[in-house]
Each structure stands twice: as C-alpha cells, then as structure tokens.
C-alpha cells in the first residue's frame, strides 16, 4: 500500500507564484501573522502530521470501522490519541478569532491543512472538519451568550459540531422537516424528531458535541419558510461555560457504509433535547447556508484530496509493475519487459489523475482568497463587500463541490484501473479510495442538487447570467495578455478566450429558452455545471502553465525546470484530452428538454 506524501511543492508553487498569496495576505485585516516563515512552518507541521500519525491509521480504521453499542460510539483504533495529538498541536484553531482561542489566521491557512488531512485520512478529517461549519455558524449568527459558552472549546477541538438538517422522510427537500421545537418560559426550547446520516454525530474523541439543528417551531409557516436553526449539546453547557447533565439527545444506530467506514454516520433522535435559538426564529435555512457552504467547500477537497491519493498509490505501481514491451521499441531492455508507464494509455489515465488533482487544487485556492476576503467583510463589517465576495463565492461553490467531487471518482476510479487485477483487492489501498470517493458526489447536495443550485438559483434567478460574465471577464483578461504568445500558452489562451463567449452564448441560450420550458433547467443542469467544471478548470491550467513557462524563462527557477516543464506538459494534456468533453455536456445542456420527458413514467420499464 503507497504511503501519502504531502504534496507541497506543488502547494507552494500555487500559494506563492501563481496567487501571490503572501500579497493576498498582506491586505487582509487577520493576514499580518500570515507571513511566509509562519505559513511554512505551518505547512511542514501539518504534513508531518499527515504523513506520520493520520495516514497510517487510514487503512486500519477502513477495515475495523466504528463500533455501536447502546447508543455509545466507538471509533477505531488509533483514532482516539491521534485526535489528541491535533488538539493539543493547536490545529482546529488555525483560522479562528484570538478572543475565542484561535490562532487569527485567515480562512485560507485551514483549507491547506484540511487538503493534506483529507487526502491522508478522508475519515478522521471528518470529524474535526464538520466542527468548521458549526463554529463559522455561530460567529456569524450566534448570540453573544452562545458564543462566549460554546466557542473556546468548538475552538480549541476539545468539542466537536455537526450540521443536523437530514430526516427519514426528507433530506434535499427541507420543507418536509418534522422536527419540532417547543418554546420554554426560561427562553429555551424543547426539540423532539429524529435526524439521519449526521457526520460525526456520536463518538468517543471529544468531550461535548454541539449539533447545529433544524426545527420548526409551533407557530411556523409551511416550508422552508418556516424552519429555525436551534444549538443542542449533547451535554447541557453552564453560561461559565462548564459542561453539566446530559441532554436528551442520544444516538438510535450508526449507519453501515460503503465507504469512510472510519467515521460515525450517526442516527440522531432527540426527546425533549433542551436548545437555543440561533439568529430569528424562521429564518433558519438562511443561517444554515453558512454551514452548508462551509461544507460544500470542504466536500470540494474531498475530490482533490481523493485524486491526489489515488494518483499516489498508481504512479509508483506504474514505475515498478512491469508487462510487455513499450510499442515504440523497448524501454527497459534489462528488464523481462518494461514499466506499465511507458504505455500510452497509462500515461492517459496517470496524467488524468494529475490533471484533476492539480487543476482541482488551483481551483481550490483560488476560492479560498475569496472565503478570506468574504470573513475579513464580517470582520470590518463592511456589508457591501461581504456581499460581493460571497455572492462570488456563491457562485463558485455549487461548481467546486459537484464538478470536483465528480473528477475525484473518476480519479479514484482509474487509480484501480492502472493497478488492474492487484487495484481491486484491499492490500494496495486503491479500492477503499474508490469507495471513500463515492460520498462525496451524494452529500453536502448531489450533484443534480449542486447543479440546480448553479444554473437555476445563481446564473438564472440570481443574476440573470452576469455570475458568468463576471468570471468570463477575468478568464478573459488573462487570455488577452497572452494571445500573441508562442507554443502552448498562445493556444491555451486563444482556445480560452473562445470558451469564455461560448460560455456566456451558452447561458444566454439556455436564459431565454427557459422562459418557455419550465422543465428546461432541470434538463440542462449537470450538464451545464460540468461544462462550466471543464472551463473554470482550463483557465487555472492556464494560469498555471503561464506562469511556469515565465519562471522558465526568467532563469529564476532554473532549480524546479523540471517542475515547471511538467506544469506545461500537463496543462496541455489538459486542454488537448479533458476540455474537449465540455463539447458534449454543452450539447447535452442544449438538447432538447422532450428527449428526457416525454415518456411515460409506466413506461420506463413493462413487467
């Protein structure tokens, strides 16, 4: 089984020579202690981490799982003192405010750190990473009281969060949520319902767990309309901040899953479980879009981090695996025949891998300065500019988290394929990828949720397409800088500043048809959202071939040639082998909406 190795160079190169992150830094309120020696270290640290304490449990706790017995959750082996070890290094509080416990550091710093840990360990990067959300969600909405009660220790990691929206009966569709909260004459509220498939709902790593839940209350309005955000501790909280009795919040059963069987997905039921309101009572689902947000990022990783993983586990076997000889003539003429990596078509799928890791991460981090500026907004609470960044980043998300989490599995899935026979079988670790990939394309919103969001509430509803001509402008910008330019980056940017008209033509079409066909966004959505997954991911292969092929040149990197040369080599790859599929989903958005609704539902299938 491959061992993970923290990918920092290729970290490095994006944070401080593609997005200039130390100038990112230097203009945000919370980014003076960001300075280059400190964000190093931080990156070396964590790492080690990864390398040393994360990723080797990743594996064991894949095979041992966790344990339920009346209503106690155990995690695997292993689990309990690394998650320890993260507090006690201080990792939980890297981006949160200094009053609470926190280190201060801009948003940004932990999306680095969360990478490294997912694609280490997607299992045990669940739990503290679902705390993310709960903590972003009280420092936006929370009380005073709620903050100075719960924060310190959400901060510090001694408790962890979950996000509690998911019913029997529902879950995308949060108008059906039963869930019921009943006012108390001391200002507190009674919940009773059952919640499922809550991400590290119960387990033994933590002293308190602090769900973040949706209710309706008595008097509410039908719908969405009508749901309020209530805070619930698994063990009541004193205003000191002390931990008192238990709450009756308790777990009725663990799911049992394909995959990320290390960490507790948790059936909640909660009786009478005493709660506080969050922010106004029904307007919930709106305070809620904070958590959700936060975590459909975070759900975008997971694609990167299972593409990284994966590519590491099939390039060493495609080095040392030999069979037959290469078509050209032979390669290893010492060897009974040569390494799988002199085969074209391995080199397909290795370099397909790489490319989704690698553009997915640029993606990433380019996002990742907007989340930065959007919390340095609330900071300064400058109100303007929190709403442009987070209506960016709005428009973003839905893209980050469907399209990546997509090329993840499809990453994940030809890992297995290049170790053939050998990437089926448990010992080299590639089929527990492959299965720990595939949640991530259903939580957080499907993909189908995730396009709809897109195409429907962001480009359509939202902005009348102007999210897109905003993008396109600056795809656009880049593009002109470098259209006379010789070899690949003149065609990278030629062929770019083509996909940003067809981008817009292709949303201005779809604008006007959908005036007429009220089935037509439904139709064109995913295909929609992996077009645009193609071409957002093509501008930061640009980007990046661009700016390796300027370091090449200068002589300045004349030490990372070989880097920088692959950098080109892979954008190319990029442009010539996986743009192209954005041809067919632009086809596929286009058709017509009667092709997938004029049969009859009896008629999908006749006894």
Known sequence: MASYKAPLRDMRFLMNEVFDYPAHYAQLSNGTDATPDVIDAILEGAATLCEEVLAPLNRSGDEEGCHFQGGVVTTPAGFKQAYAQYVAGGWQGLSFPLQYGGQGLPVSVNVFKSEMMGSANWSFNMYPGLSVGCINTLLQYGSDEQKQQYLPAL?????????????????????????????????????????????????????????????????????????????????????????????????????????????????LNFDEAVGTLIGQPNKGLEAMFTFMNTARIGTAIQGVAHAEASFQGALPYARERRSMRAL??????????????????????????????????????DAAMVADKMFNAVTEADQKKYQQHDGKLGFLTPILKGFLTEMGLEAANLGMQVLGGHGYIREHGMEQIARDARIATLYEGTTGIQALDLLGRKVLLGTKGKCVRDFTATMARFARAHLFSSGAIGNMARMLLWRALQWNLLTTRILLRARGERELVGSASVDYLMYSGYVMMAYHWALQAARAAELTASGKGAESLEFYRAKVQTAEFFFARLLPRADAHRQGALAPTRSVMQMHQDHFAFP
Not at 333 to 361: C, F, N, S, Y
């Open 155 to 267: 901060v510090s990691g001694e408790w962890t969060g979950t996000m509690c929206l998911t019913e029997p009966q529902c879950g995308t569709d949060l108008a059906q949520i039963k869930t019921r909260a009943l006012p108390q004459a001391d200002g507190s509220y009674r919940l009773t319902g059952t919640k499922i498939f809550i991400s590290a709902g119960e387990h033994d790593l933590a002293h308190n767990i602090v769900h973040i839940v949706l209710a309706r209350l008595p008097d509410a309005p039908a719908g969405t309309r009508g749901i309020s955000l209530f805070l619930v501790p698994k063990f009541l909280v004193h205003a000191d901040g002390s931990v008192g009795a238990r709450n009756p919040v308790h777990c009725g059963a663990i799911e049992h899953k394909m995959g990320i069987r290390a960490s507790a997905t948790a059936v």
């Open 328 to 365: 050209s003539g032979k390669k290893e003429p010492d060897q009974v025949a040569d390494a799988l990596i002199w085969h074209p078509d391995v080199r397909r799928m290795l370099l397909t891998q790489k490319a989704i890791a690698e553009g997915g991460r640029a993606m990433i981090y």
